[in-house]
């Protein structure tokens, strides 16, 4: 999809509108959300895409990095990883996104 409407993309007066967020506590989760993923560009950027110009000749913008972070999250669902998978064995995953395009079209 070219564009996906997650709340992470609406103005705060367009989210204060929801009748579900009156109380505040979605726009919080909104927010928390929106600078998850602006910190993971920020890391990633600094750690990969800086450092590796040979696979990253430009940077990705951030508003690409929002889109194709929002199609994952939008279109995925956490599943813990195997016990003996290398990430779990060194402590600092305890799950991963897991994509079923098939799934998508069901």
């Known amino acids: ?3 996906v409407p ?3 993309f ?8 929801l009748e579900f967020a009156t109380t505040g506590r979605f726009l919080r989760a909104v927010e928390a959300m929106g600078k998850v993923m602006v ?3 920020i890391r990633t950027s600094d750690n990969l895409f ?8 430009t940077r990705p913008t951030l ?3 929002l889109w194709a972070s929002s199609v994952i999250f939008s279109r995925s669902w ?6 003996q998978h290398a990430i779990v064995a060194v402590g600092k995953l305890h799950a991963v996104h897991a994509l079923a395009p098939l799934a998508d079209m069901v």
């Open 78 to 83: 956490g599943v813990k990883p195997p016990e």
């Open 50 to 57: 800086d450092r590796r110009r040979d696979l990253f000749p």
């Open 10 to 17: 609406q103005s705060q007066e367009d989210l204060a509108a």
């Open 63 to 65: 508003g690409a990095w």
């Open 1 to 3: 999809p070219k564009h």
């Open 39 to 41: 910190d993971n560009y």
């Open 6 to 8: 997650l709340p992470i």
